[in-house]
């Protein structure tokens, strides 16, 4: 019901897409969390785990808390300080028009990677609650997904961010405590677990690979624009850098309780068929049933949280980059408009992937590799460089673009991400022509 009362408030392009910046350090650092504590946290990498024991957590939670820390010593002060909407106002800036509109084609298949993510948790959850077949559930969550953003925007979301932070928090740990007390003999299922469920290297993998599986989601996630606009939406810049390293604290913390659930998991609850269904089971069977709808509730809040987020974002880059400028649209009301129509759209794209996908952690892993490489590299040198331009920034995106799927797919190579930021760093020093500046 608040998404109805802050649907009236909402009169302006920076309500909808950055709640009129006015969000204190609570409210970004619980924000964040919030945004990033989805459907591959709990669901996912709860269900990796079960299946690989560690090595499936080191994008979730442990590289996406490196790469929360990361962007409040790299990104977040000089993105705020420019007073920014979107990360692509940072690429037209600093190398033109055709660079920020190469680069949102980029982005928006990314965060849709992700969304489709967060639509299939929610279906899952909401299949498992029902008994409905997994496509239906998703079928019912994107309606409901997309008339929730569509009303309240960013200022929306951060009210239920505050909200549902609290209620998973505690849900996580009434589970914790009630799993640990009513598993008096937790200290021999530890003692019986196999050292490669223990371990953070996956079998018979190389140094390399080892390398580019943790870069996917420390690099891989640093330009996106779901969290950004939560530091772009900061009052200050001291704001905007000290919330990122607050909520990489909370996250690490309370993202390790699925991974501590998920590593027991089989000596828990062997042999399950579905192993994303694995800790919505377990809540089930040792929560109290009242609890149990809490905890459900908060799930599910907190991946409508996400998936807000995630379709604010894309609305941000094709509304206000491209939708906006092109058909010269100067009313707020028409600039308001464009991006709630921009998010029916996405959530309807979104819908397609999840209901194709073959699973969660699939889904997130191309989001974070899809194109990112050379979204880093331009980023990290328009902002730490003066070298370069339009040439060389296009090519690196274009290298980055081409360099993952050929590195991932046709050549096999150990290290296909980290091969993707070489050729685009490549390609962006081969443009600029000896370290000339361009305009």
Not at 37 to 55: H, M, N, P, Q, R
Not at 297 to 325: M, Q, Y
Request: proline share 3%; net charge positive; with cysteine.
């Amino acid at each position: 019901m608040h998404h109805l009362w802050i649907a009236r408030r909402i009169k302006s392009e920076s309500d909808f897409l950055l709640g009129g910046r006015q969000l204190s350090l609570f409210m970004v650092s619980i924000s964040l969390f919030a945004t990033w504590f989805g459907a591959e946290t709990c669901i996912g990498s709860s269900a990796a785990v079960y299946d690989k024991g560690l090595y499936g957590s080191r994008a979730d939670p442990f590289g996406f808390s490196i790469c929360l820390l990361m962007m409040g010593l790299f990104l977040a002060a000089r993105l705020r300080s420019k007073n920014y909407v979107t990360l692509a106002d940072h690429f037209r800036d600093r190398y033109g028009h055709s660079v920020e509109r190469f680069a949102i084609w980029i982005m928006v298949p990314s965060s849709l990677f992700w969304a489709a993510a967060q639509l299939r948790a929610f279906g899952q959850i909401i299949s498992f609650s029902s008994a409905l077949p997994v496509t239906i559930s998703i079928s019912i969550s994107v309606i409901f997904v997309i008339v929730y953003t569509y009303l309240g925007g960013l200022l929306g979301d951060i009210y239920t961010d505050l909200l549902q932070g609290v209620i998973i928090v505690i849900g996580l740990i009434t589970l914790v405590f009630l799993f640990l007390k009513g598993t008096p003999d937790l200290g021999q299922i530890l003692g019986s677990l196999s050292s490669t469920r223990w371990s953070f290297i996956g079998p018979q993998e190389a140094l390399l690979e080892r390398l580019d599986r943790w870069m996917v989601p420390i690099l891989g996630s640093l330009t996106a624009q779901e969290a950004l606009s939560r530091l772009l939406a900061a009052k200050s810049v001291r704001i905007a850098r000290n919330a990122s390293f607050v909520a990489c604290a909370i996250y690490l913390v309370f993202g390790s309780v699925p991974v501590f659930l998920g590593l027991v998991g089989p000596s828990i609850l062997p042999n399950l068929a579905d192993s994303e269904q694995f800790l919505i089971t377990l809540a089930h069977g040792i929560l109290p049933k009242a609890v149990f709808v809490v905890f459900a509730g908060a799930l599910i809040s907190t991946i409508l949280s996400t998936i807000d987020s995630i379709l604010i974002a894309i609305s941000a880059l094709i509304s206000h980059n491209l939708i906006v400028r092109r058909f010269g649209l100067k009313s707020e009301r028409s600039q308001v408009l464009s991006a709630r129509f921009v998010v029916v759209f996405a959530g309807l794209f979104a819908y397609f992937l999840a209901i194709t996908s073959q699973g969660i952690m699939s889904l997130v892993i191309t989001a974070s590799s899809f194109g990112t490489s050379g979204l880093l590299v331009i980023t990290l040198m328009g902002f730490y460089s003066k070298i370069g331009g339009s040439k060389s920034a296009n090519l690196a995106l274009l290298g980055g673009l081409l360099a993952w799927p050929l590195s991932e797919y046709v050549f096999h190579l150990q290290a296909p991400y980290l091969v993707s930021i070489a050729m685009a760093m490549v390609l962006f020093l081969w443009g600029a022509r000896g370290f000339r500046l361009q305009n």
